[in-house]
């Protein structure tokens, strides 16, 4: 028999798994949704967010680290850094390790825009309530990142 720390069994795991796929699907979608509902307010696609976000985790970055960092193609992600230029939000400035491949990086109305979003999300997950702990969290968090490991070679379209 198995305990609540004891690791669970191959078939077992992977049974437990379908049912974190089974949520994490609806929950995207459900988060796509408002995230697109919003964008009257900010103004943002969730392809912009998204850039936005990773140049506001990780700092400057090239098309092709945006690309690979979301599984996205090159294409796509241009697409909405065009959008995001078009609008101020991000700049394009040299690149010291690559002359043809540009840094892509926040401008102050960027910051200001994913900070905007940044605060009204925490304040709508302040309501998620009930009796979640910071272990409930991380054990998520490990379970999220072990199962996106698992995906990690998914070809990028």
């Known amino acids: 028999m198995t305990g609540p ?5 191959p078939d077992e ?13 609806p929950l995207y979608r ?3 949704r408002k995230v697109e509902q919003a964008e009257p307010i900010e103004g943002l696609s969730v392809g912009v967010r998204a850039v936005l976000d990773l140049l506001h985790l990780h700092g400057p970055m090239t ?3 945006l690309g690979r ?3 996205l193609s090159r294409q796509f992600v241009q697409r909405m850094v065009n959008d995001a230029a078009a609008r101020h939000l991000v700049e394009a400035v040299p690149n010291p390790a690559h002359q043809r491949s540009s840094l892509i990086r926040l401008t102050a109305d ?17 309501q998620v309530g009930g009796d979640l702990t910071g272990a409930d969290v991380d054990a998520c968090v490990r379970v999220l990142t ?10 990028v379209p």
């Open 69 to 71: 960092a979301q599984t």
């Open 13 to 25: 795991l992977a049974d437990r798994l379908t049912e974190v796929f089974a949520l994490v699907g």
């Open 63 to 65: 098309v092709p680290q």
């Open 30 to 32: 459900r988060v796509h």
């Open 110 to 126: 960027g910051t200001a825009a994913i900070t905007a979003v940044h605060t009204r999300e925490h304040a709508a997950l302040r």
């Open 5 to 9: 720390d004891t690791p669970l069994p």
């Open 146 to 155: 072990r199962m996106l490991a698992l995906f990690d070679e998914a070809d």
